[in-house]
T-cell receptor, first 113, second 117 residues
């Protein structure tokens, strides 16, 4: 079945450091890929997405590129802020219009001032 | 983006009682909604798919008599945890996708923190 594997956390960085959270996936078809963010005590918010190979999703300074050849969708940010502290989930949905999401384990990110 | 609202955000109940959690799509109609459970510091586990006007589809290992799902309208799905026990304490989150768009992402409710004492 489909699966998503994320970099183990927790990750602790200083403000303005560079961030990479690795995500790889296994899927039988051509999934859409997502990064969701969860702030403490809240639900999930969509951070960015990519629907086909070589697409780059970006939002709030975060970026991720859909790499079919390496089945990866790594999350990157050049300069993190304290407000970026949260749990980040990589996820996929298998078919166009499908709604069921398969999530990675989540990576807890803490940014220190 | 589309808005999904979940209520209550937090509930504490006694062992043996039942708790109902509501999930509403506020600005779109959702024929399908999803219910997830999240254990502390863990990922989300899909519990069931809620289908408007028909029975929910449960994932393997999820007790359907324990977690009753009703999707009586295009904007409301409910999850009822029946005869709750402390091991049911968890964070429950619903999601839905707006079928009126071609965008693939799902939108999530704020989540419900259930504590059974």
């Amino acid at each position: 079945g489909d699966s998503v594997t994320q970099m183990e956390g927790p990750v602790t960085l200083s403000e303005e450091a560079c961030l990479t959270i690795n995500c790889t996936y296994t899927a039988t078809g051509y999934p859409s890929l997502f990064w969701y963010v969860q702030y403490p005590g809240e639900g999930l918010q969509l951070l960015l997405k990519a629907t086909k190979a070589d697409d780059k999703g970006s939002n709030k300074g975060f970026e991720a590129t859909y790499r079919k050849e390496t089945t990866s969708f790594h999350l990157e940010k050049g300069s993190v802020q304290v407000s970026d502290s949260a749990v980040y989930f990589c996820a996929l949905s298998e078919f166009q219009g499908a709604q069921k999401l398969v999530f990675g384990q989540g990576t807890r990110l803490t940014i220190n001032p | 983006g589309a808005v999904v609202s979940q209520h209550p955000s937090r509930v504490i109940c006694k062992s043996g009682t039942s708790v109902k959690i509501e999930c509403r799509s506020l600005d779109f109609q959702a024929t399908t909604m999803f219910w997830y459970r999240q254990f502390p510091k863990k990922s989300l586990m899909l519990m069931a798919t809620s289908n408007e006007g028909s029975k929910a589809t449960y994932e393997q290992g999820v007790e359907k008599d324990k977690f009753l799902i009703n999707h009586a309208s295009l904007t409301l799905s409910t999850l009822t945890v029946t005869s709750a026990h402390p091991e049911d304490s968890s964070f429950y989150i619903c999601s839905a996708r707006d079928p009126g768009t071609v965008e693939p992402e799902a939108f999530f409710g704020q989540g419900t923190r259930l504590t059974v004492v």
